[in-house]
């Protein structure tokens, strides 16, 4: 305490500010595993651990969020110095904040990933389309060209119009 008497303020505020932040990111990342476990949970599982030992896991992870929930609460109102006001008032309004922020942009972020998934299924289905036109196409002059090629060497037209061998299909 007498250390933190003789430092400078604002050092004890950056100080306080990257312990807290540090704690935080801690909280942050086990958070992110429980969300991707919780994620994973809606997909047919293929891995070794039992359904036992999986929800352990999350209930391990669960309290182990709550306990730093609760460590992080505790040393924003009582541990914190006074000059830093309701720390914990402050810190969980702009949290919340935050979340909808977050939240916010996450929704536009999704329909803009939706409007762009739909585009280019449209873009797959119009190639498609004019794929399956040329194909079309392709094949009525390729049966054409056969068709003239076959009237040209059937023996009843050679009988009929002779002309030389390399005169023209059309001829």
């Not at 809606?42 to 969020?65: H, P």
């Not at 006074?82 to 909808?100: A, F, N, R, S, T």
């Not at 390729?142 to 299909?169: D, N, Q």
């Amino acid at each position: 305490m007498q250390e933190i008497g003789k430092a400078d303020p604002n050092d004890v505020f950056i100080r306080i500010g990257n312990d807290l932040g540090a704690l935080m990111d801690a909280y942050d990342e086990i958070g992110k595993a429980f969300l991707a476990q919780e994620a994973e949970a809606a997909k047919v599982y293929t891995g070794k651990d039992s359904v036992g030992k999986r929800a352990l896991n999350r209930v391990i992870i669960r309290s182990r969020l709550d306990a730093m929930f609760a460590e992080l609460r505790e040393t924003m109102v009582y541990k914190a110095p006074p000059e830093l006001g309701d720390l914990w008032g402050k810190y969980e309004k702009m949290w919340k904040q935050i979340v909808i922020e977050q939240d916010e942009a996450h929704k536009r972020e999704t329909a803009k990933m939706q409007i762009e998934a739909a585009q280019r299924r449209r873009r797959i289905r119009k190639r498609k389309e004019e794929a399956v036109w040329v194909g079309a196409i392709l094949f009525v002059v390729a049966w054409y060209v056969g068709v003239l090629v076959l009237i040209r060497t059937s023996h009843t037209y050679r009988g009929l119009y002779s002309s030389p061998w390399w005169s023209c299909v059309l001829c």
